[in-house]
Antibody, heavy 122, light 112 residues
Framework: EVQLVESGGGLVQPGGSLRLSCAASGFTFSSYAMSWVRQAPGKGLEWVSGFSGSGGSTYYADSVKGRFTISRDNSKNTLYLQMNSLRAEDTAVYYC???????????????WGQGTLVTVSS | QPVLTQSSSASASLGSSVKLTCTLSSGHSSYIIAWHQQQPGKAPRYLMKLEGSGTYNKGSGVPDRFSGSSSGADRYLTISNLQSEDEADYYCETWDSNTYRVFGGGTKLTVL
């Protein structure tokens, strides 16, 4: 059974930094594209950042480009999101999501973590 | 880049059926999408992948009451015999080599 467990959320001041982690189990982590998706209070889902299926490329939403960095440690089956220069509008629940991958092509998200709350406030 | 449009809300009675719509933007009508369900206070849950042909593949454990269909740029999620636990937000998702991932704005389904 696929399990994704996020951690690292909390309260941080504007301009501060935070690192989120997502511990994965139940599948061959290194073979799958992984992403971070966030949801601001009362709002919809917003894709934030992700890895390609090969893990060689990273992608970012314009709203976080230059401030957030996604990384992964395949030896630890863990996905990370380093968030710098945080703003009030980054306040959200952050979800880790696994993409369905077949034959080198990765498509929709087929598994989600339970989320971790990040609050940016003074 | 693809844009997904969803109605903000829908409602239907317990035991009835409802059809939710996700519309792909011009030039992207052939795109495959996925439907996700988010019950109140919970994480999203993958429901199904839906192709432009109307072929769909559901995730593990998704009840038979959930089905998908397509017409042109429209992708539909139909829920039959509505149950109280179907009251949730429903999101469609697609992907693109340039924009990578896109979500629709979500439809809030109320079961009356």
């Amino acid at each position: 059974e696929v399990q994704l467990v996020e951690s690292g959320g909390g309260l941080v001041q504007p301009g501060g930094s935070l690192r989120l982690s997502c511990a994965a189990s139940g599948f061959t982590f290194s073979s799958y594209a992984m992403s971070w998706v966030r949801q601001a209070p009362g709002k919809g889902l917003e894709w934030v950042s992700g890895f390609s299926g090969s893990g060689g490329s990273t992608y970012y939403a314009d709203s976080v480009k230059g401030r957030f960095t996604i990384s992964r440690d395949n030896s630890k089956n863990t996905l990370y999101l380093q968030m710098n220069s945080l703003r009030a509008e980054d306040t959200a629940v952050y979800y880790c999501a696994k993409a369905d991958c077949s034959g080198g092509t990765c498509t929709y998200f087929d598994s989600w973590g339970q989320g971790t709350l990040v609050t940016v406030s003074s | 880049q693809p844009v997904l449009t969803q109605s903000s809300s829908a409602s239907a009675s317990l035991g009835s059926s409802v059809k939710l719509t996700c519309t792909l933007s011009s030039g992207h009508s052939s795109y495959i999408i996925a439907w996700h369900q988010q019950q109140p206070g919970k994480a999203p849950r993958y429901l199904m992948k839906l192709e432009g042909s109307g072929t769909y593949n559901k995730g593990s454990g998704v009840p038979d009451r959930f089905s998908g269909s397509s017409s042109g740029a429209d992708r539909y999620l139909t829920i039959s015999n509505l149950q109280s636990e179907d009251e949730a937000d429903y999101y469609c998702e697609t992907w693109d080599s340039n924009t990578y991932r896109v979500f629709g704005g979500g439809t809030k389904l109320t079961v009356l």
